[in-house]
C-alpha cells in the first residue's frame, strides 16, 4: 500500500492510499498491469436500487461504481487468478493496482505512482486499463481537456445606483453570449480522425461547469436578503475537450479572444483566466503489441473484430503517456460507456466474464511475447 503523500487531496483526515500487487516467478520476461481505479462519484438522485448494495437482479449487479469500474477490477482478479492458476511458472510479471482519485484528475493516484517509476520500463512493458468501453473494443486513448476558471471583475457600487458601478455578472452574460453564438459552432464544425464514442463526441466540445457571481449566497433555510451591491466578480469555470488536430495554446486564444471583445465593448471590465488543469489527447498506435493481444483474444472469445475506439473523456492512460513516458497502453473492459455516472448504473455478470476469458488469455500471450493476429485457444 502506497499513500501519496504531499499529493492533490492528501490529507491526514482523507488520506489517498494505493494498492499495488505483483506476482513473478524469477523467469525472465515482460510485466503486464491492470490498473483500475477505486473510488466513484456521489451517486446522486434517481436510484431504484441501493448504490452501495451491490444488488444482483437478473444478468445484472447494480451499485455506483458497478460498471465504473468496479466490474472491470474484478474482471481483472479473476482473469489473473485463472492465469497464474493455469500456468504457475509463468514468464515475467503481472501486477494489479487499485489507484484513487481517476474521478478528480488522478494526481493523487496514477500520476503520484507514474512520477515515481511505477508505470516505466523497466519496471512495467504493457498496462491495460479495464474502464467500460465495451467488450468488444479496445480504446487506444482519449480527447484532451483544459479546465479553466474566468473570473469578470467589475467595479462595486450600490445596487440602486447601478450607473456608478460595473457590473461583473452583465460582463460575463456577454461573454457567455459570444459562447454560445461565435464558440459553439465554431466546436461543432471541427470534426476528428481520432475513432471517438459516441459519434456526437468525434468533435471539440465545451461544458460550462458552474458559475458563480455576486453577493455570496446565504445559508440554506436563511431568510435573510442580500446586500444592495453591484456585482463586482463573476466567475465560470469551462470544461474544454480538444482533438489532437488542435492545441492547448490555440484552445486558450480563441477563448481569451471572446473577452478581449467582451472588454472592448463593456469599459471598467477585466478578466483573468486560470487554468485548473489539461491533458493532451493520446492515442496508442493501433499496432501496438497490447493492441494486437487484446484485439486477438476479444475476436477469439466473442466471435467477431476488436473495434479500436477512443474516449470522449479523459482517464489514467493520460498520466501514463506523459509522466511514465509508456505508449503500450489501452483501455479494455466490460461495461456501458454511457452507464457511468448514471443512477441505476449496472454492470452484466456475462460481460465480467467475457472481459475476463479475453484479458487473461491477452496477458498471456504479452508475457510469452505473442501478439500475432491469429487466435489459439489458450484453455482460459
Known amino acids: 500500500m502506497l499513500r501519496a503523500e504531499g499529493a492533490r487531496g492528501d490529507s491526514d483526515a482523507y488520506p489517498r492510499t494505493n494498492v499495488i500487487a505483483r506476482y513473478e516467478t524469477g523467469r525472465a520476461g515482460p510485466c503486464v ?17 441501493d448504490p452501495f448494495a451491490a444488488e444482483i437482479v437478473d444478468d445484472r449487479i447494480y451499485g455506483r461504481g458497478a460498471c465504473d469500474m468496479k466490474g ?18 509463468l514468464p515475467g510479471a503481472i501486477e494489479i493496482s487499485g489507484t484513487v482519485d481517476e474521478e478528480s484528475g488522478g494526481y493523487a493516484g496514477v500520476a503520484w505512482l507514474a512520477e515515481r517509476g511505477h508505470f516505466s520500463k523497466p519496471r512495467v512493458d504493457h498496462v491495460i486499463i479495464p474502464e467500460p468501453l465495451y467488450k468488444n ?40 453570449g459570444r459562447v454560445e453564438n461565435e464558440l459553439y459552432p465554431a466546436l461543432n464544425q471541427r470534426r476528428t480522425r481520432m475513432p471517438v464514442i459516441p459519434e456526437e463526441a468525434r468533435q471539440s466540445t465545451l461544458n460550462i461547469n458552474s458559475l458563480h457571481g455576486g453577493v455570496p449566497e446565504e445559508p440554506k433555510g436563511s431568510d435573510r436578503l442580500p446586500a444592495a451591491l453591484v456585482a463586482d466578480s463573476c466567475r465560470v469555470v469551462l470544461d474544454r475537450r480538444y482533438l489532437m488536430e488542435e492545441t492547448r495554446a490555440e484552445v486558450v486564444e480563441e477563448i481569451a479572444a471572446l473577452l478581449d471583445k467582451t472588454k472592448a465593448t463593456h469599459p471598467g471590465i477585466e ?11 493520446t492515442m496508442t498506435h493501433p499496432d501496438a503489441p497490447v493492441v494486437t493481444a487484446v484485439s486477438a483474444e476479444i475476436e ?50 456475462d460481460d465480467m466474464v467475457q472481459s475476463a476469458q479475453v484479458m487473461a488469455a491477452a496477458t498471456w500471450r504479452l508475457l510469452r511475447g505473442d501478439t500475432a493476429a491469429a487466435p489459439a485457444d489458450p484453455g482460459f
Not at 33 to 49: K, M
Request: proline share 6%; glycine share 12%; with cysteine.
Open 33 to 49: 498491469h491492470f490498473n483500475s481505479h477505486i473510488d466513484v462519484v456521489e451517486p446522486g438522485a434517481g436510484w431504484t436500487h
Open 300 to 349: 477469439r472469445v466473442l466471435g467477431e473484430p476488436a473495434r479500436h475506439v477512443t474516449s470522449p473523456g479523459t482517464y489514467d492512460q493520460k498520466h501514463i503517456a506523459r509522466l511514465g513516458q509508456l505508449r503500450d497502453c489501452i483501455a479494455y473492459g466490460p461495461g456501458i460507456l454511457e452507464l457511468a455516472h448514471q443512477p441505476d448504473e449496472y454492470i452484466v455478470i
Open 271 to 281: 478578466y483573468e483566466i486560470k487554468e485548473m488543469w489539461s491533458v493532451d489527447p
Open 137 to 176: 473494443c479496445v480504446c487506444l486513448g482519449h480527447r484532451g481537456v483544459w479546465w479553466g476558471e474566468i473570473e469578470m471583475r467589475g467595479r462595486i457600487a450600490h445596487g440602486s445606483m447601478p450607473f456608478l458601478g460595473t457590473s461583473a455578472i452583465r460582463g460575463m452574460a456577454d461573454f457567455l
Open 72 to 89: 472491470g477490477l474484478a474482471a481483472s482478479i479473476v482473469a489473473v487468478e485463472a492465469l497464474i492458476d493455469a500456468v504457475p511458472d
